[in-house]
Structures are given as structure tokens and as C-alpha cells.
């Protein structure tokens, strides 16, 4: 079944969007499907990018959202997201990580999630 990368910021990460959607998720994207060599271009499912928008609750609730902004990435399974993972090599790694500094305050909070059912 699919995996799903979810990578969350925090409130106050005072996210640059126009810098993430436009420079960041493409050049992990590319990192993550490289060039069709190996097989593993075309292995993303989709990606998607929310803001949030509001909080359930109590209107006197102040404490608003957990996360700023989360992107999911989701591959046809987990193995699929492994070997995507496992191609980025250490140096474009500790890059995408320090690339973080360009659009965000703060450090995301990353996991993963397996999918087990669906409709």
C-alpha cells in the first residue's frame, strides 16, 4: 500500500511559499525521481502543499493551528519512497536540510505514514 512523506512547520516557521513551491519541492522532487535511469522517475503518486486555514474548537481558543504549512508526498509503496530516499546521496541531503534556512524559520517536524485503507 502507499507511503506518504509528511514534512510540517510549525507556527511561526513564516514560510516564503513563493521559494518553496517554486525553487525547494521541484529540486527534491528531482532529487527524490532523478533522472529515469533507475527506474524511479514517475514513482511519486502525487504531492500536495496545505496552509493552514483555521481551527476546530472553541472560538475562544487562541492556541490556533499545530503546523503552518504540510507537505505530503505520497509513493505506491513504502519500499518505492525507500528507494527514492536511499538515492539521495549524503551531501544532497545535509543540502536539502540546510536549504531549509532560505524559506523557513523554524525546522520541520518530518514522518511517515503507511496507508491501510482507502476509498
Given amino acids: 500500500m502507499a507511503a506518504t512523506l509528511c514534512v510540517a512547520y510549525p507556527p511561526g516557521s513564516d514560510i516564503d511559499l513563493d521559494y518553496y513551491l517554486e525553487k525547494h519541492i521541484p529540486w527534491s522532487l528531482e532529487l527524490w525521481e532523478g533522472d529515469g535511469s533507475?527506474?524511479?522517475?514517475?514513482?511519486i503518486i502525487d504531492w500536495k502543499v496545505y496552509t493552514?486555514?483555521?481551527?476546530?474548537?472553541?472560538?475562544?481558543?487562541?492556541?490556533g493551528p499545530s503546523y503552518e504549512l504540510l507537505f505530503t508526498c505520497t509513493w505506491a509503496s513504502?519500499?518505492?519512497m525507500e528507494a527514492a530516499q536511499s538515492a539521495v546521496t549524503p551531501k544532497q541531503h545535509k543540502?536539502?536540510?540546510?536549504?531549509?534556512?532560505?524559506?523557513?524559520k523554524k525546522s520541520p517536524v518530518v514522518w511517515i505514514m503507511e496507508q491501510k485503507a482507502s476509498s
Fill in 38 to 43: 533507475d527506474g524511479r522517475k514517475g514513482s
Fill in 95 to 104: 543540502e536539502a536540510w540546510e536549504d531549509v534556512a532560505n524559506y523557513s
Fill in 78 to 80: 513504502r519500499e518505492a
Fill in 52 to 63: 493552514a486555514a483555521a481551527t476546530s474548537g472553541d472560538e475562544d481558543d487562541n492556541n
